[in-house]
């Protein structure tokens, strides 16, 4: 089909043409060009042209949309070379009025170490103080009478828990030794039996330093090992200890039937040293004991009265400055 025409129309470029079987005249959009229609008199099938024209259409579009592109973008280019070289000019203004003014102006002294902070310095630092002010008040504004009245019942109870555990600590008592007896001594004989029955080295008085020990072993004729086994098991002794342990070694010497009462005497010593030792450790734990609870009731009432006392300065500190504030506000208003 080469007999057609390409036009403008109202709705847009339009291809009139005649149907090639019918000659019924047709008229399509040049877009559709190329592409396969009907005619609607005869039903014939047929290829439309124009495509040539189409694609003319085509590549002179393109061209024209990249020439609005690049112009678009001469443009971006020159107004940002403006710019740059508008704000270049600023710049050198303000060079050479800084010249100038360091030119015209006297030497300007420096400022010394203790000279005071100047306007603006102060003006930061009243606007931090503020904030932190405003901050301080707000949380403090916060904290309602509920809340600081249910902290203050957790501080009562905190020390009254710490009264209750001073009461009830254990009491470091000193109780006496008991002395041992003759049957825990038969006891012991039974289980291990003592062969000395027949020492005869008898104790001689070598000033010992304690009277009563040295009687003692004078009238049941101990030797001298035996006398400081008692002499060591009775060192530190208060008197109505010692009155205690005479008292009970005596009772012990007289109800041995033996011969020699030097292995009585050594197994009173022996025995009576092991309660003493054993007493001294309870004592020492005792005192340890007590030590860790005072220090930890310390620590409990200490760290409540500092939690009170921060609680409070918290909430008063913002409070007292708003009002000493509001009073200079007021005091410096000029009255009528």
Request: with cysteine; hydrophobic share 40%; charged share 25%.
């Given at each position: 089909?080469?007999d057609?025409?390409?036009?403008?129309?109202?709705?847009g470029?339009?291809?009139?043409y005649?149907c090639?079987?019918c000659?019924?005249?047709l008229?399509?959009n040049?877009s559709?060009?190329?592409?396969q229609?009907?005619c609607?008199?005869?039903?014939?099938?047929?290829?439309?042209?124009?495509?040539?024209?189409k694609?003319?259409l085509?590549?002179?579009?393109?061209?024209?949309?990249?020439a609005?592109?690049e112009?678009q973008?001469r443009?971006n280019h020159?107004a940002?070379?403006?710019?740059?070289?508008?704000e270049q000019r600023?710049?050198?203004?303000e060079?050479?009025?800084?010249?100038?003014?360091?030119?015209?102006?006297?030497?300007?002294?420096a400022?010394?170490?203790?000279?005071?902070?100047?306007?603006?310095f102060?003006?930061?630092?009243?606007?931090?103080?503020?904030?932190?002010l405003?901050?301080?008040?707000?949380v403090?504004?916060?904290?309602?009478?509920v809340?600081?009245?249910?902290f203050?019942?957790l501080?009562?109870?905190?020390?009254?828990g710490?009264?209750?555990?001073?009461?009830?600590k254990r009491k470091?008592?000193?109780?006496q030794v008991?002395?041992?007896t003759?049957a825990?001594?038969?006891?012991?004989?039974a289980?291990?039996?003592?062969?000395s029955?027949?020492?005869?080295?008898?104790y001689?008085?070598e000033?010992d330093?304690?009277?009563?020990?040295?009687q003692?072993a004078?009238e049941y004729?101990?030797?001298?090992?035996?006398?400081?086994?008692?002499?060591?098991?009775s060192e530190?002794?208060?008197?109505?200890?010692?009155?205690e342990?005479?008292?009970g070694?005596?009772?012990?010497?007289?109800?041995?039937?033996?011969?020699s009462?030097?292995?009585?005497?050594?197994?009173?010593?022996?025995e009576?040293?092991?309660r003493k030792?054993?007493?001294e450790?309870?004592?020492?734990?005792?005192?340890?004991n007590?030590q860790?609870w005072?220090?930890?009731?310390?620590?409990l009432?200490?760290?409540?009265?500092?939690?009170f006392?921060?609680?409070m300065?918290?909430?008063a500190?913002?409070?007292?400055i708003?009002i000493e504030?509001?009073?200079r506000?007021v005091?410096?208003?000029?009255?009528?």
């Amino acid at each position: 089909m080469s007999d057609y025409t390409v036009k403008k129309g109202a709705l847009g470029t339009v291809v009139q043409y005649e149907c090639p079987q019918c000659k019924s005249p047709l008229t399509s959009n040049v877009s559709e060009a190329g592409g396969q229609d009907t005619c609607p008199d005869c039903g014939c099938v047929f290829v439309i042209p124009g495509e040539a024209e189409k694609l003319e259409l085509e590549r002179r579009a393109a061209l024209k949309q990249r020439a609005k592109i690049e112009e678009q973008q001469r443009k971006n280019h020159e107004a940002e070379d403006a710019k740059r070289r508008k704000e270049q000019r600023r710049k050198a203004k303000e060079e050479a009025a800084a010249l100038a003014a360091v030119s015209t102006s006297p030497p300007v002294v420096a400022q010394s170490v203790n000279s005071p902070p100047s306007g603006a310095f102060l003006k930061q630092k009243r606007e931090f103080g503020d904030g932190i002010l405003e901050f301080s008040f707000s949380v403090a504004r916060g904290f309602s009478v509920v809340t600081i009245v249910l902290f203050s019942i957790l501080l009562v109870i905190a020390l009254l828990g710490a009264v209750f555990v001073q009461i009830g600590k254990r009491k470091v008592n000193a109780p006496q030794v008991v002395a041992p007896t003759k049957a825990e001594y038969d006891s012991y004989k039974a289980s291990s039996p003592d062969n000395s029955e027949n020492d005869t080295s008898y104790y001689t008085d070598e000033g010992d330093g304690n009277d009563v020990l040295s009687q003692i072993a004078t009238e049941y004729h101990l030797d001298s090992f035996a006398v400081s086994m008692l002499v060591s098991a009775s060192e530190s002794l208060e008197q109505s200890e010692m009155k205690e342990f005479t008292s009970g070694l005596k009772l012990l010497l007289d109800a041995d039937n033996s011969t020699s009462k030097r292995s009585a005497a050594i197994w009173y010593a022996m025995e009576y040293a092991e309660r003493k030792r054993a007493r001294e450790i309870d004592l020492s734990l005792d005192r340890t004991n007590n030590q860790f609870w005072n220090r930890a009731t310390f620590l409990l009432v200490m760290g409540s009265l500092y939690l009170f006392i921060a609680l409070m300065s918290f909430i008063a500190f913002p409070l007292l400055i708003r009002i000493e504030r509001n009073t200079r506000s007021v005091a410096s208003v000029p009255q009528a």
